[in-house]
């Protein structure tokens, strides 16, 4: 796209975050106005507790936004886990996206340097330690 089109990208930019704000907003309130019974059946169909599905839609859908970049950082092919190992991929998503260490592991990512603390921190560590080799670029 050219710069005709978007003359004014950091105002769109604005316009695209509380969009994603007022949708996330929405979410929540979806969530409070759903009764007990329904919450848990559909937190049970999830294969997980009803606070830890809570929790995820508190945090909203960017929660996780920092797994596919530390598989990258770790030279762990993502499409071959989706393959070969799918619920393994989802439960490291819902580790990441409920991780208290979200500072620490996006400056990491940023300096590059993930690769070599990750172990330190994440929550997702013995898991990645435990692919196979498939897994691997």
């Known amino acids: 796209m050219t710069v005709q089109e978007h003359p004014y990208p950091r105002v769109e930019m604005l316009i695209d975050t509380f969009g994603d704000w007022l949708k ?12 007990s019974a329904n919450f848990g059946r559909i937190a049970s169909e999830l294969r997980m507790s009803s606070a830890d599905l809570e929790a995820l839609v508190r945090r909203g ?17 993502q499409e071959a886990l989706v393959r070969t190992e799918p619920l393994v991929l989802r439960d490291m998503e819902r ?4 991780c208290s260490q979200k500072h620490r592991c996006d400056r990491d990512l940023a300096a590059g340097t993930a690769a070599a603390h990750y172990e330190e921190y994440c929550a997702n560590a013995p898991t ?10």
């Open 61 to 77: 859908p960017h929660a996780a936004d920092e797994l596919p970049k530390m598989l990258k950082a770790l030279g762990i092919d």
């Open 95 to 98: 580790v990441c996206a409920l």
């Open 128 to 137: 990645i330690d435990g692919l196979g080799p498939l897994t691997h670029s």
């Open 24 to 35: 996330h907003r929405r979410e929540l309130k979806e969530m409070r106005e759903m009764d």
